[in-house]
């Protein structure tokens, strides 16, 4: 197979490709793929109905699992000729339980052993829930809103994020990378920034749509989400000063009202293994956990 670097251009064949597919994972969004492409130094290649994608990691080709509505055993044939001409074996990251099945099922005669990495599992929710708080399981996070509105009355605002906008996005992001110490050493916060970047200098390209949210006209959280599949918009961002008590809380639940009508689901991503990420998303009660993992195969 012929794997290059994913472009806008693909975007049209893509999409219709990750519909097909049905999956529900933040790795399978094409924004994802555009935006950290960079970052993660991943290769796409589109063929015979399907995208396929691949990485490199511990000397060996890492491939994610093919997405489209073809014969997924041919598709993996694909793969394991591809991993061939390496001299190794199909070796995954980001699979769905489901997707583990099927590896294991095509490939028999391969003994894999298949391995959570929670720290990359999605977190995904009704849009209704996040976009009403109802119920006692809310409760908290009504009160945010609550005291948010009270303290900054006739003093905030909430926009559409417009193309006006990116440079005071970009200068805020920063502002809060330093705030957060995320500028103090490579992590995956620190990558995201990259990906940030990237995804405002191609947001209309990309179809994303966002907001933010201002204080006596100064930026206090921003967040965006795009398309995933018909059913599930994928919320790739969302930054605020933690000192503006209930800014996470309304930025939050302002961008789930706007996208509830047309999507039932919102994938909130993962947590990255960061205990104060892994709080902040269980508090809004997802719908499903989806759990991910790697594969890593031997002859027997």
């Known amino acids: 197979m012929q794997f290059r670097e994913i472009t806008l251009e ?143 009355e006739g003093r905030y605002e909430l926009r559409e994020i417009t193309a006006d906008m990116f440079d005071d996005i970009w200068r805020f992001n920063l502002e809060w990378c330093a705030r957060e110490g995320c500028m103090h050493g490579h992590n995956g916060v620190a990558s995201e920034s990259c990906a940030i970047r990237t995804a405002l200098e191609n947001y209309a390209a990309l179809g994303l749509h966002g907001q933010v949210l201002y204080v006596d006209g100064a930026i206090v959280a921003y967040t965006f989400a795009s398309h995933l599949l018909d059913t599930v918009a994928d919320v790739h961002v969302e930054k605020a000063l933690v000192s503006v008590t209930g800014a996470y809380a309304v930025i939050n639940q302002s961008l789930a009202a706007s996208l509830a009508p047309r999507y039932r689901y919102l994938n909130r991503e993962e947590d990255m293994g960061i205990d104060g990420l892994r709080q902040a998303k269980a508090s809004y009660h997802p719908a499903l956990h989806l759990m991910r993992y790697s594969a890593r195969g031997i002859q027997p």
């Open 10 to 152: 693909d975007m049209p064949l893509a999409l219709p490709l990750i519909e097909q597919s049905g999956c529900m994972a933040c790795d399978a969004s094409f924004v994802n793929m555009f935006i950290w492409k960079d970052i993660y130094h991943s290769l796409v290649c589109i063929r015979d109905g399907f995208l396929f994608r691949r990485g490199t990691g511990r000397s060996r080709f890492l491939y994610s699992y093919p997405l489209g509505g073809g014969n997924i055993g041919d598709a993996l044939s694909l793969i394991r000729a591809d991993a061939a001409e390496a001299d190794g074996l199909p070796a995954f990251q980001g699979l769905t339980e489901e997707q583990c099945s099927v590896v294991a099922e095509v490939y028999q005669d391969i003994d894999y052993t298949f391995e959570k990495t929670p720290q990359w599992a999605d977190y995904i929710y009704l849009s209704s829930d996040l976009a009403s708080l109802r119920g006692k399981k809310y409760h908290s996070k009504r009160n945010f809103i609550h005291r948010f509105t009270a303290e900054y």
